[in-house]
């Protein structure tokens, strides 16, 4: 048993001890009376579910999918693996529609679910409640996303993903979607503003209702512990079944594993059809035949059920003793009350003491940042006036201020936090684990003082006094014309010098994930210090491999590898940082207003021999040229398309400081040619050519493993993506 569900039971056990005999009396016989029944659980001898593939019995459970290792991912252009596939089907089809009129059926359902992910591994494909005019034992070409049917088979499916596929025009990794006869969602939302994480080992529940006079299918989840419907759906969309549905289709759930490995869990299913008119609202609480015809089909599953005997003696025991029964369900509700505030309170000193402890653990060092107190910031920014930010993020807002002990300081205030799903928890405590571990380098924004009360999340930084170097390069202002080609140097320096330092001279990689002017700040002497570290990841110089994350960081900085497959590396930093050379070099952003991508336009620049041309106007032809001309390669170096051919930070800081001859650069720009392999449900066999700097700042398209091959003219560069099932 959980040590929480164990706190609760003493705590009403203890409590239980205090009421009179005559208060006990009345908690037994409220639990006697008014505890529903549940009908027998799901069991091979139930004949009213058929399971296929890798589904199987767990108690009352039907599990689509169980748990699974995650083989590390196969070099392309190999095919993935198949999926493992778990269905569970009604055992026989359902009249969905009426020839003679064309009309379909309309339905309701509910079902409760609980997906469990290992650590070790990221999440399956999902899971769909499915409508198809095909038996479960139907196959597509690898039996992947979520086992659904090959495109042009008559369906209808509620997907629940898990798994973020960009070709297939997913939101996220955590979204609920309706799909009709393709694997594409005619119709998507995302679950976690919401509220509702499906990866959270919660069970929730999901109805799906859908009107055919109106057209309209409707689906809402909430969790299964609130008992109740939520009020207004997560997807409402317009449909009409009556062109997808044959008369008789059959019904159930699909599920599948490929890469990742979760288990799919149902505990429950409920299920009507409706012909004919309709009442105002569908029934959503057993689903029994109070609106149906003898046409209709009917039937349920699970524990939801109640005996009609059962209600009977409810009902003769509530007239009887209505008086004592009315005064039991009042003291139990205010007993439950009580007790869900008391260990609801009790849980959050609990989170805020652990939080402090954790924080705590960090201040073994004479280095570590101090621990504030609220007062205290809020002292520094007037209680965080609106006067004082001096920068947004997206996730936190950062205000200028002062502390006795440190002086002029940067307070970074996260956003409050979400208690569902955690908030600003997760980039807080990953910048400040990252700068309190071993961070202390010249060229690093220094860490001060950190506070955590009351729900305020809140990191205080040195204060840097000339602002970001984005701002200073591209609004123009007064300090602009101070950015000479000796400090623009030096600035290049100092940022590849916090790069060499977190890669290889800290006691763990950092890999920072989102090098850019925005996070690049300037002192009062115009020194570099590189900052924000709430998308950075820590390895073991050690480690060899590495599992693919979700590509985070800003479009127009990123590595096209790092698009495509996930994985952050040095590499992936330096092609940054080629980035940032080129934009103090010219000036321009990585992507102007027109679309120009700034690689591109050096890169014209570098095949008519004129790169220097490319100098930032404002330095009014005030530089050595020949250094120009090098600093503008070594960029055009960092940001290679070919991973292999891109130098280390360490590298590139030596040839700039002459320390060693230039590499060798094509005479024209590479191309990449990326060649999508998908299969043949989606029958998007394609080919399609651009040049390298559409790449890192389009918008992801998708998770592939790929392989980077250079022609052997050096000037195209093959990215082969094989779609990841």
């Not at 969790?223 to 549905?245: A, M, N, W, Y």
């Not at 920068?391 to 936190?396: I, L, T, V, Y």
């Not at 300037?522 to 998308?535: I, P, Q, T, V, Y």
């Not at 320390?659 to 029958?683: F, G």
Request: proline fraction near 6%.
């Amino acid at each position: 048993m959980p040590k929480n569900s164990w706190s609760l039971a003493a705590n009403f056990k203890k409590m239980l001890e205090n009421f009179s005999f005559s208060a006990k009396v009345f908690i037994a016989l409220s639990i006697i009376f008014f505890t529903p029944s549940r009908a027998a659980p799901i069991s091979p001898s139930n004949n009213n579910v058929t399971l296929y593939g890798g589904a199987f019995l767990s108690t009352a459970t039907i599990v689509l999918s169980k748990e699974k290792s995650c083989p590390p991912l196969p070099p392309p252009p190999l095919f993935p693996p198949f999926a493992a596939v778990g269905r569970a089907f009604y055992a026989r089809p359902l009249r969905f529609l009426d020839p003679t009129a064309g009309a379909a059926a309309s339905f309701s359902c509910s079902f409760s679910f609980s997906v469990t992910v290992p650590g070790s591994c990221p999440a399956g494909d999902g899971f769909a409640f499915l409508i198809t005019c095909q038996d479960a034992n139907f196959s597509g070409l690898y039996d992947g996303y979520m086992g659904l049917p090959a495109e042009g088979s008559d369906y209808l499916s509620v997907e629940f993903d898990t798994s973020f596929d960009p070709i297939l025009g997913d939101i996220n990794d955590n979204h609920v979607g309706v799909d009709v006869n393709s694997i594409r969602s005619v119709s998507a939302v995302d679950l976690l503003p919401r509220g509702i994480d499906l990866k959270s080992r919660e069970e929730l529940t999901a109805w799906i209702e859908y009107r055919d006079p109106e057209k309209s299918i409707r689906v809402w989840i909430g969790p299964s512990k609130e008992k109740i419907r939520p009020t207004s759906p997560v997807l409402d969309s317009q449909i009409d079944l009556s062109k997808h549905f044959k008369e008789f289709m059959h019904m159930g759930f699909t599920a599948s594993n490929t890469r990742g490995s979760s288990a799919y869990s149902i505990n429950s299913w409920q299920f009507k059809t409706f012909f004919g008119p309709l009442p105002s609202s569908l029934p959503i609480d057993g689903l029994d035949c109070i609106f149906c015809s003898p046409t209709d089909s009917n039937f349920q599953i699970g524990p939801f059920s109640y005996h009609p005997s059962r209600k009977r003696r409810i009902l003769s025991v509530a007239l009887v003793s209505g008086g004592l029964a009315l005064l039991t369900v009042t003291f139990m509700a205010a007993f439950v009350s009580l007790c869900v505030f008391c260990v609801r309170r009790r849980r959050k000193r609990l989170r805020r003491a652990h939080s402090k402890l954790e924080m705590r653990k960090f201040q073994g060092g004479r280095m570590v940042p101090k621990m504030l107190s609220l007062t205290e910031i809020k002292s520094a920014t007037n209680d965080f006036n609106r006067d004082k930010i001096i920068g947004e993020g997206a996730s936190a807002v950062v205000y200028g201020g002062a502390i006795p002990s440190f002086g002029p300081v940067a307070v970074k205030r996260f956003a409050n936090e979400n208690p569902t799903n955690g908030g600003s928890r997760i980039p807080f405590n990953t910048e400040f684990a990252t700068m309190a571990g071993c961070l202390r380098h010249k060229n690093l924004v220094q860490l001060q003082g950190w506070c955590c009360e009351k729900n305020e999340l809140v990191l205080v930084y040195e204060y840097m006094a000339n602002g970001s170097l984005d701002r200073i390069l591209h609004n123009r202002t007064h300090l602009t014309r101070l950015l000479t080609w000796e400090r623009r140097l030096n600035i290049i320096l100092g940022v590849a010098s916090a790069l060499v330092y977190l890669h290889e001279e800290c006691e763990s990689q950092i890999i920072h994930r989102d090098v850019k002017t925005c996070n690049i700040l300037l002192d009062s002497e115009f020194n570099a210090k590189l900052g924000d570290f709430g998308l950075a990841e820590v390895y073991r110089h050690s480690l060899r491999t590495r599992q693919a994350t979700v590509p985070a960081g800003t479009m127009g900085y990123l590595a096209p590898e790092y698009v495509f497959n996930g994985v952050p590396s040095v590499k992936t930093d330096a092609f940054s940082f080629g980035v940032v050379v080129l934009e103090i070099l010219t000036g321009r952003r990585p992507v102007d207003e027109e679309g120009v991508v700034l690689g591109d336009y050096v890169w014209d620049l570098w095949e008519k021999g004129m790169i220097s041309e490319g100098a930032d106007g404002n330095l009014l032809g005030l530089f050595d040229r020949a250094e120009m001309e090098r600093a503008l390669i070594v960029g055009l170096c960092c940001a290679h398309p070919d991973c292999v051919k891109r130098p280390t930070v360490r590298e590139a800081v030596r040839v700039l400081k002459g320390e060693c001859p230039l590499p060798v650069l094509p005479a024209r720009k590479p191309t990449v040619r990326i060649q999508s392999v998908v299969c043949q449900l989606a029958e998007l066999d394609d080919e399609i050519e651009s040049s390298v700097g559409d790449t890192p700042w389009s918008t992801p398209r998708t998770h592939f493993s790929k392989n980077c091959v250079t022609s052997p003219d050096n000037n195209e560069v093959y990215v082969v993506r094989a779609y990841d099932v």
